[in-house]
């Protein structure tokens, strides 16, 4: 189902900055993790971060672990996604999605509520 609204996308340099924001009017967020997907064109759903729903406690794939930091604030019923020092590699729509508890954090299949995305290109 989508009911998650993403926002904060765009076109950045090399080596910036984007915040994403992730929200939703239907669902009450702070009972959910909150992960982050990306698609690359051609490429399949890549799970790059999820944050738990009550202790916070962040997980992210190498690939970002360092550059990109997930929090969430329940009171706004909204996630983030910082993204810092932006590669060519890191273009593509970023989806929020969220599910019970943060077994399999990675697998898209495991999430039951999406957004639509937003496309993220990084490009000189």
């Known amino acids: 189902q989508v009911v998650l609204v993403e926002s904060g996308g765009g076109p950045v340099q090399p080596g910036g900055t984007l915040r994403l924001s992730c929200e939703s009017g239907?669902?009450?967020?702070?009972?959910?993790?909150i992960g982050w997907f990306r698609q690359a064109p051609g490429k399949d759903r890549e799970g790059i971060a999820c944050?738990?729903?009550?202790?916070?406690?962040?997980y992210y794939i190498d690939a970002v672990k360092g550059r990109f930091t997930i929090s969430r604030d329940n009171a706004k019923n909204t996630a983030y996604l910082e993204m810092n020092n932006l590669k060519p590699e890191d273009t593509g729509v970023y989806y929020c999605a969220a599910k019970l508890g943060t077994a399999d954090w990675w697998s898209a299949g495991k999430y039951e509520f999406w957004g639509q995305g937003t496309q993220v290109t990084v490009s000189s």
């Open positions: 239907r669902l009450t967020l702070k009972y959910y993790a």
């Open positions: 944050i738990a729903s009550s202790e916070f406690r962040p």
